[in-house]
């Protein structure tokens, strides 16, 4: 199981504040807006076949604790 997918080949800029949709093995984006809920009824009957993730703003900060 890969833990830390770099997910920059796939994910850019224009994806930002989006909702895409990834290969199970994360190495392709399938397709990308700005619902979950458009992204999901676009691919259709293929919906569960996919990854999805909300892509934060690449100038953001995060701390934890």
């Known amino acids: 199981m890969k833990v830390n997918a770099n997910l920059t080949k796939v994910i850019g800029k224009e994806h930002e504040e989006k909702w895409v949709a ?4 994360h190495d392709k984006l399938v397709d990308f807006a700005d619902t979950l809920k458009v992204l999901r009824d676009r691919l259709g009957e ?7 993730m909300r892509v934060l703003r690449s100038d953001a900060e995060y701390s934890f604790t």
């Not at 990834?22 to 093995?25: D, E, G, I």
């Not at 293929?46 to 999805?52: P, S």
């Open 46 to 52: 293929h919906k569960n076949d996919y990854v999805y």
């Open 22 to 25: 990834l290969t199970k093995n």
